[in-house]
């Protein structure tokens, strides 16, 4: 083929994938003046929670006592303004079609809100997050101390996406906690769904694999391994044959239990409080606590 | 040590370093004027066809009906220029050593010929996505709509890459392919060979540790959870003792299979129409139409 | 809420994330000088060492057998470097609280003898990865060829961290060498210690969700397929009911060992030369040379 | 000095530096929301107002005859994303201090109005500025053709920087104007403040050095070298012994007139048509058309 | 005005500007597979030139007299690539419009020889710049040495990329020189035309807002401050009104000769070796050797 | 020529261009573990004082009076950070070439020394700074107010860019400072050697060409136009016919002294308080306070 009569390869390929009508769904249109959902923005945000809540760990930064509530104070200031633009995209990509205009003028003060609601509750994320690298350096006899910890286990890179993400899922911002947890998901192999409700002292031993449901709800003290999935059995079909929403279809797992590797727990089940799932395990039933399953 | 001597240490690893005799497969010998395959251009490959196939999603693009085509027609347009230099180096890399020059003005026309012939397909490419969005909306009760599901879930980055590399190696592309499908499972855990070959409305949920083979047949309304295998059971060796290529060795699933997690099925083995595999099984034998395999 | 309050919200929230009395573990006081470790350099490390190891395939460089010494020359240089910092980061970041001000100064002088040492140990690491890239290419079907190899798979880009991380660590390196492996485990989903010990010969097919633990022994020419993992079954506590360091915890593999994808290995057990483990088994006991175990 | 005790120094500069009382005019108080001027927004500005004036000449776009409009089309698009924003920002960072909220919307709305318009007159701006490169490639011998005028010759640079400078000042837009000169001043030497009033065909040759001044009014076919004054001479001053604003104080100079190199015209005098002013010269009086002034 | 009525603007706009009919010479139609002139490569190259000709000055390199031949082995070889390309971007920019195919691969080919040819000179250009350098640091007591003066003066930077264009502009290439010397003049405010002849020894004192015309000869051990202009009096023109090309136009300046500030040269004059013109004159006739012309 | 002959050119020119005895004074050797002056740190540098001289105008931050204190509080940090390794470069790369190893730790500690010396000077060049932007808007009709002084006139930045190296020069840092000025001079047009002594409310209106040399003391309340040249008429020479080094040989300016454009004012002479020199003047003997010089 003579590469010069590409140009009429090209207008016909544009004609056809721009036709509005065809493609329904795959199109999302803007509409003018609406920020737009950022990936890169969000990683952003990531950083910078990560930078505040961690500090001299994360964010490259060479704080000490007397200079740390300086750089708190612009990394916090930075994250509210990115976040104010990415909830406020959030609300404005999730708003339905049909609406008029002055929901946006509404979105922007809503979103300040709600970032301003998020910052004030980063002390109390970082208590629990602190929790979490406890339990980590000390369930892992590799561990050399918290730093290690904190700079390169991936359990804490998912874990503060999640715990953030969750924050924002409950002040009520729409689309941005699950692109949140997805960042994890791609950089740690662990997916954890925002609206899940987990304990403090939680912690995931290497993390590749591990898949935590919507409807879960994990109590304290609660250790996974690698490629554990707590996932739904089947869910309810409405009429339409589509799957019905907000149904609890995932596991709970209470105080102090331990799941081993690729150990997959299924349906809204009950694990009792210190029992043990071993690895590679089918587990669809209510488990007794302080229970040891293993493969036979 | 003192670090003054380091010098000589440099000269003497570069001169062993630098020996080509002993570095044999390892050294790739360059040729004046050949592009070179770029995880880097390939990236952007991936993101203008995002781009294009999912308009308004991907791209941070402020597209709406009236401006889509101006935006399309950029993109297709830098599309096609990437892919022209990507595939042309993919021909360039793969020529046995000896080859003699006048390939490469060739090499050019044919990328050239090809990427136009892919950029003619892309309409074609995303009917096929469109199917995918849809079921992989209807497979999961926390999907919030096709939005989320196009933004957010793994899945259907993992399946553009791999229908993308698809087309192009079905058009004789060499490497670059592959390189394709390795981007998206190093961002989402999901393997899937390029050569596997998958019907429309496939789906995989959550998706790491996901491994599709070269050889896969997969139907229609197909549906994998995270970290399935369709791998080879083993492979028959030559008179060398290396592994003879291109016989098919990966399972064939018909149309409304579901594989639940980790579930290991390997060999040219088939799973019959509507078939459901349980989680953490491992099937190396032929499963009936319709049958249901669980953990014991 | 009016956003014209969140300055108070700001400060309020600044304060009590500035809190260093409540911080403890979360917080690394920086020490005027010192130079940090660096996930950004450290991937530049790994670039550069991929670029010397395979020349032509990673470094987007444009060598052949005349100009290749230049650039493993400027890469290896620019490696030194960069390792220098980071090695110095390493041992600073790893210092004592209360340790005086002379260390500083030494850090420096141990950081470049032993990038220096390392650099001398290059043309070492190669020779061994020429073997797993050669075991890599022999043992898959569907690979075309080395070039293929070291392009794409995953396996190539784990193992060649991995035994540049074992490398340092041998020479005494504290924190940098699990932050190289944790970017290989997050690029590839493969997360192999530092500190385990692996033969030549060595590969993983596909790769997501491999653990393999910080005591792991490792013999030549043994091959994982993804999802295995060899772990730890337990640990012994010590009074304070913190893991003991350094207790040999994890399985040792001889020679010739095949494990299928999502196998479970665990605790100090010896897998015997050329035995077989099936998919998905979880295995927590000697295993005889020549084994074939097999998921019932 | 011991470093450590930099802390010291350090909070007290940043103590006296913060004093808000100190800084007066030194201080730009941002206020929540609005946007802020960018010099790296605005380049972005001047690089699409060139790309879209100039096609295949800037934006390293490979536009023809049938795709040009895509190019032009996602351009624009861009550039009026960009205009909005920094309008706006000018509009409110020339607010007065005590100013109260809803003017931000306003802002908002107003700055969208004048980025349309100016949209509108892009082909306007086009049209002229093809005089000025007529005019600079017929009067230079050195020129090879229109292309090497359009890519190399500072004049176009400033005077496209100029023209669509110019057109925001009359849209009323503040402050934006005057960075989009200076950019141009920075890059080329050539400093033309947005008021002035420039005809068609008009070329400065080489260009460092030259000087319009805001109330200068040039004719049609005019052609300055470098180093060129239009300036003023003296200026009244007010009761306060402040310069009065807006009063007309640099040179007219009609059509067809040339000033050779480091002539310096100030006042608000006029140069007749098709005079000549010879380089070097100090010139406060009128010149009658047709004239030739040299140095004697 | 309604923002949302833009898009109507929008499309109208890009109408008109797509008008290929209305645009002319102000629109470049790009030939498939041509690679474009890039001012962001030829910063490349100018920095790669600074780096080979300065090592050690330029490039942040560590080198010292045991690396250097690594660093300019890469330096060069990278100068080469981007050099070929943007050579042939040159050539193919200046075809005329109406050229059929083949040139393309014989422009491909020309390009290589001309880099090459080039890359040979370097050394000899070196040997120049050398002198200037001297000349430049033996010129000003306010030089404290020579790295000063090769890291600090503009005139170094200026003449670095006169010296290499000139060179290239001697190898036949169009276009390309220009825009090298067009970045010297942005940065430093010199402003050499790439045909202009120059001797060694030569230096310019701060630089802004010198001019040295295409048809200038400069002598040996010439010496010229900031704001001098060696430029053409008038120019011929032909029938049609149009300047007569490649007319001696510009002065002769024989050795030894010093220009102050801000004179004015024109014409082909020759001043004589060893005269002295002052600051702020305007010549236009021949100077005597050894003359002292002031402002009187 | 052939393309594969390049090699061979190559090779030869990088040997040639390697020879360290043919380069002398053109190569810096580095010594191992010293940092490099950096132009682009020294951006980064100017950068930050801009940010923290002119808060909430440069630096994009949104700053207000309760979050100045923490932005202001990284800013000088990381300045602090960036000068301390720029000005030990700067002692480095001026050490005499036998020097011994010793002092590289003292250049450390004296730099860190002087970084802090010159922090605690900020708020001093910040009350000068102040001056000189009221002189600007005073002395401009066209100027709306301060803030567009501070946004968009040459002259405040180069008299940050001068006030700082002048700081710096004085403070004992070698090359540094000249580096800095020459920043402004590329970016301005204006060239201020950081030697010179300049008193407060100084400006200079427009100011490309503006040359202000070494020695030239200027005192309070100066206005100086573009193309002014403050420089020296002649200089001795040594007994080897070098320039002899410190000699005052550039003017003397009292206070309220006004230059008009293209001035030229030479050797050590003095203009009296309140003289007025007009443009295009050759200047080489003392001035008598209040006199007023004009072309004839």
Request: proline content about 6%.
């Amino acid at each position: 083929m003579n590469p010069f009569d590409f140009t009429q390869v090209l207008t016909q390929a544009v004609d056809e994938l721009s036709d509005c009508a065809d493609m329904k769904d795959l199109f999302h249109q803007h509409r003018q003046g609406d920020p737009l959902p950022s990936g890169r923005v969000l990683e952003d945000v990531v950083a910078l929670c990560r930078a505040v809540l961690f500090p001299g760990y994360y964010g490259h930064s060479t704080v000490n006592s007397r200079t740390v509530e300086y750089r708190i104070g612009v990394d916090v200031e930075r994250l509210y303004t990115k976040l104010c633009e990415q909830i406020e995209a959030g609300l404005c990509f999730s708003r339905p079609a049909g609406t008029d205009e002055p929901a946006c003028a509404e979105n922007r003060a809503k979103a300040a809100g709600i970032a301003a609601a998020f910052v004030s509750r980063l002390p109390g994320i970082r208590r629990t997050l602190a929790t979490d690298v406890e339990a980590t350096f000390l369930g892992d006899p590799a561990a050399v101390n918290c730093g290690e910890v904190i700079l390169c286990y991936p359990v804490i890179k998912a874990l503060t996406n999640y715990r953030v993400a969750h924050e924002l899922l409950q002040l009520g911002v729409p689309l941005i906690p699950r692109i949140l947890t997805e960042l994890a998901h791609s950089e740690t192999g662990i997916d954890i769904h925002p609206a899940a409700q987990i304990g403090h002292h939680f912690t995931i031993d290497h993390g590749t694999g591990v898949v935590i449901g919507a409807t879960c709800i994990i109590g304290n003290y609660v250790k996974l391994y690698q490629g554990v999935t707590l996932g739904a059995k089947s869910f309810p079909l409405d009429a339409d044959g589509h799957p019905i929403k907000h149904i609890p279809r995932h596991p709970i797992l209470e105080d102090n239990v331990i799941v081993y590797s690729n150990a997959t727990i299924l349906g809204r089940i009950t694990v009792g409080r210190g029992a043990t799932i071993g690895g590679n395990l089918w587990v669809t039933e209510d488990v007794a606590p302080g229970a040891r399953l293993v493969q036979r």
